[in-house]
């Protein structure tokens, strides 16, 4: 039997009850600006090794834990797991970012994808699940992730990061039959990725929409959200008589944060760019909320970390149903005292 959770704080507020204090972890946390982190993956290698090693990838979604009173675990792994399990041929090259040899660019392309086995191809990534919930012995929940269909598709057309994503947009507008068998694809592997997670031992699942907000509203409704509500309603929402919240994080969603809420999921990512208070009066009692923090703000000092901390408290007021975070991951500059500065203020001023 898994041990029994020790701080459940996480779980309690993205279900909307009562907490002693505001749950904090961090987008991203596992990362470059951990000295600790940047020796492990100088064992590994190189990136793609490490999230392919499950002892490496354990070592580090604990590595945060270590140094900080962190509210969870988040899985170290990468969005473009499916997208490497289907056969495209993932290289993550430093300072260019993540690269595919095998894009996406006909319809020929798409048909020939193959349906990935989550404990087969991507059965490392369960095994790295597995060791996490082991070590962490119910000190903290475990977060499960995937990317979002749209997001995962345009990389895979794209063949890396893109500033104007100018090839899936063309299939959108052009094609946009094709796009949508691509994503309806990948939707399904994404689902049965997550559900494997689930089983595995993932206590909480995040869908990332990172290139959402690059999108017209008619098309993010019907090309990214229909997409994730389709994830959503494949979802197991309960394991062992524990329900599994699900939060959705689309970057750049300020427009559309009604229609994220009412797919039903239990919390909302939001960026850095919404007023949490503003925000609340209109989804809040359906959802709770995410964020949202400007990442920027830890370059700057303690005292002015607090005052923002502060600030976006207080935008949230008295009651349940916060959870702080970032507005988007922490960057590789940050100094590690600034992360902690920010992760104590949080518990300390939500007290």
């Known amino acids: 039997m898994p041990a029994e959770l020790k701080n459940d704080r996480l779980i309690r507020a993205l279900l909307r009850q009562p907490v002693d204090m505001t749950p904090v972890w961090m987008m991203r946390q ?33 590595q945060p834990l270590d140094r900080y009173p962190l509210d969870a675990a988040i899985l170290f792994s990468d969005i473009l797991t499916i997208p490497d399990a289907m056969g495209l041929g993932l290289k993550l090259i430093e ?5 595919f040899d095998n894009p996406i660019s006909s319809l020929a392309d798409i048909k020939k994808l193959p349906m990935p086995d989550p404990e087969d191809e991507l059965g490392y990534v369960m095994d790295a699940v597995r060791l996490i919930r082991n070590e962490l012995d119910g000190a903290v929940p475990l977060i499960g992730f995937a990317g979002s269909p749209w997001t995962l598709a345009t990389y895979m057309i794209e063949g890396g990061s893109s500033r104007d994503l100018g090839k899936v947009k063309t299939m959108l507008y052009q094609e946009p039959k094709s796009l949508h068998l691509l994503l309806d694809h990948v939707a399904k592997a994404v689902a049965s990725y997550l559900n494997a997670q689930i089983r595995a031992g993932a206590q909480i699942i995040q869908i990332f929409d990172t290139w959402g907000g690059a999108l017209s509203t008619p098309a993010y409704k019907e090309f990214s959200l229909a997409y994730m509500q389709q994830i959503l309603d494949g979802l197991e929402r309960e394991y062992e008589g524990n329900k599994i919240p699900v939060i959705l994080f689309t970057k ?11 797919t039903g999921c239990d919390a909302v990512g939001l960026d850095w760019t919404q007023d949490i208070g503003q925000v609340r009066e209109s989804i809040g009692e359906r959802v709770a909320l995410q964020g949202n923090m400007d990442p920027a703000i830890l370059k700057t000092n303690p005292d002015v970390i607090r005052k923002e901390v502060k600030t976006i408290l207080d935008g949230f007021g008295k009651g349940p149903g916060h959870v702080f975070n970032l507005g988007h991951g922490i960057t590789p500059d940050i100094d590690p005292e600034n992360a902690g500065a920010f992760i104590n203020a949080v518990h300390d001023l939500s007290k």
């Open 30 to 62: 596992a990362g470059r600006y951990l000295p600790e982190y940047r020796a492990t993956r100088e064992k590994a290698g190189d990136f793609v090794t490490l999230c392919q090693t499950p002892d490496l990838a354990c070592e580090v979604t604990l």
């Open 95 to 99: 300072s260019v970012g993540p690269k």
């Open 252 to 262: 750049g969603a300020g427009l559309w944060l009604e229609d994220i809420a009412a």
